[in-house]
């Protein structure tokens, strides 16, 4: 998912530290989670999925704006100070919670040092508890991962790591998935050590490009679940050969222009698959032939969109700084044929970067095998499990998470599902029984 890691890369500042950072139960019963959003602002989550932008005003008073737009909610937050922990949100009283927090150095593959933080709700109860494993993101986890307090606030541990590379982590930034599995089975050891006695069902959860890395983690540990959001169960490659069709499919192209795109995409995956050594003649010709055709402008794919404005020696060039060992032929399959663990792919309908169809049809061919792997589709639903409406430009602008996603995250890793998830379809693995082995 090399357009996530960009878009990551440009945005990586670090954000001004806030005590007003944390999660917080009000006297309503709900949890509503403070985090960083940028380096001058803070988001607000709840677990329904609604979500929005907090602007500092007069005093410790903040304004609201819905989702990702800049289109005001009409919602305030107030803050007492950061040594009482409270907050007014929209009307409501709370307190921020007080976690049993174990910050902890661990090593990954090879020895490399890796900084991770255990998060378990109050208490002496037996807890689930998720190991988070990071996306293609450059930026740490254990700043920017709002699941490391949502989960805890819902009565599930939680363990973030920044990956190798990022964040105050020692090694080299990589793609390379097997070295990423190992550094989450390290991370998975460290959290039960660190639970102890209130380690209870202990499983991954991998988002994005963790979606390629849990499953695999999973076959070299024992973990009880694996929880997988907006992730693959195809190559790299054929990612961005789905997305490229997807996009012109919503621009209502048929088949015999996406089989012109795909000689494009191709071409860029073989340059990017060989190194940057192979490919340049085949996309020069591809793009001789269809650059003046009427859908060309709308070619998107994961990467393709990235690299066609390029020249040959741009591509060669700027290619340098983003040849991170992925395994661009990766066979997910292989590595899910043999998984036995029980699993929950989440999954949106309108998912641009990642598209869910083929993924959905294959693991379909898994659970007809008996596998333990449920999936849930949430309609309207793009990368990041986020609802969006269209700017007048066309682009997409997030109003929202999908409501029921991360209910559903929650109650796997608690072991029993309670269906309905907000207006997503569920498969099961064997015809009937909504419970999470």
């Known amino acids: 998912m090399l357009a996530t890691l960009l878009v990551a890369l440009l945005a990586s500042a670090q954000p001004v530290p806030d005590c007003h950072i944390g999660a917080y139960r009000l006297t309503d019963g709900s949890t509503v989670d403070i985090a960083p959003a940028d ?3 803070l988001r607000w989550r709840r677990i329904d999925g609604a979500t929005g932008k907090l602007t500092h005003g007069q005093g410790d008073t903040w304004s609201s704006t819905l989702g990702w737009t800049d289109r005001p909610d009409h919602k305030q937050v107030t803050f007492t100070d950061c040594a009482s922990g409270g907050i007014r949100f929209d009307g409501v009283n709370g307190h921020r919670i007080a976690f049993e927090v174990h910050d902890t ?12 933080r255990l998060i378990l709700p109050p208490g002496k109860d037996r807890v689930p508890v998720v190991v988070l494993v990071h996306g293609s993101e450059h930026d740490s986890a254990r700043v920017w991962d709002a699941m490391q307090r949502q989960l805890p606030a ?10 190798r590379g990022t964040g105050e982590s020692d090694g080299q930034y990589t793609q390379d998935y097997s070295v990423l599995a190992n550094d989450a089975v390290a991370a998975v050891a460290e959290a039960r050590k660190l639970a102890g006695d209130r380690a209870g069902r202990v499983g991954f959860r991998g988002g994005s490009q ?3 890395v849990a499953p695999l983690a999973a076959t070299r540990s024992k973990v009880d679940f694996v929880i997988v959001g907006y992730g693959l169960a195809i190559s790299p490659l054929e990612e961005d050969r789905e997305a490229v069709a997807f996009g ?3 621009k209502g192209y048929d088949q015999s222009v996406i089989d012109k795109a795909w000689e494009l995409s191709d071409a860029i995956g073989l340059i990017l698959s060989s190194h940057l050594t192979q490919g340049f003649d085949q996309l020069d010709a591809a793009r001789a032939k269809y650059r003046n055709e009427p859908w060309y402008k709308d070619v998107r794919g994961d990467f393709s969109y990235l690299v066609l404005p390029m020249s040959s020696d741009e591509i060669r060039e700027k290619g340098k700084a983003y040849m991170f060992a992925t395994p661009w032929r990766y066979d997910s399959m292989a590595v899910l044929r043999k998984l036995h663990t029980p699993q929950l792919w989440i999954l949106g309908d309108m ?3 990642a598209p869910s169809a083929e993924t959905l049809r294959r693991l379909g061919t898994l659970q007809a095998q008996g596998l333990p792997i449920t999936t849930a589709l949430f309609p309207g639903a ?4 986020t609802e969006f409406e269209l700017a007048p430009d066309g682009n997409r602008v997030d109003t929202r998470y999908a409501n029921g996603y991360m209910r559903m995250t929650l109650d796997y890793a608690k ?3 309670h269906t309905p998830y907000g207006a997503s379809t569920i498969v099961f693995p064997h015809a009937g029984t909504p419970t999470a082995p």
């Open 248 to 250: 012109l499919k919503l």
């Open 39 to 41: 380096p001058d602002g």
């Open 351 to 353: 998912d641009i970067d």
């Open 210 to 212: 963790g979606g390629w």
């Open 382 to 385: 793009e990368h990041g499990m």
């Open 154 to 163: 819902e009565g599930v541990g939680a363990f973030v790591y920044d990956k």
């Open 415 to 417: 072991g029993v599902l």
């Open 105 to 116: 150095v661990f090593a990954g593959d090879g020895g490399t040092r890796l900084v991770g």
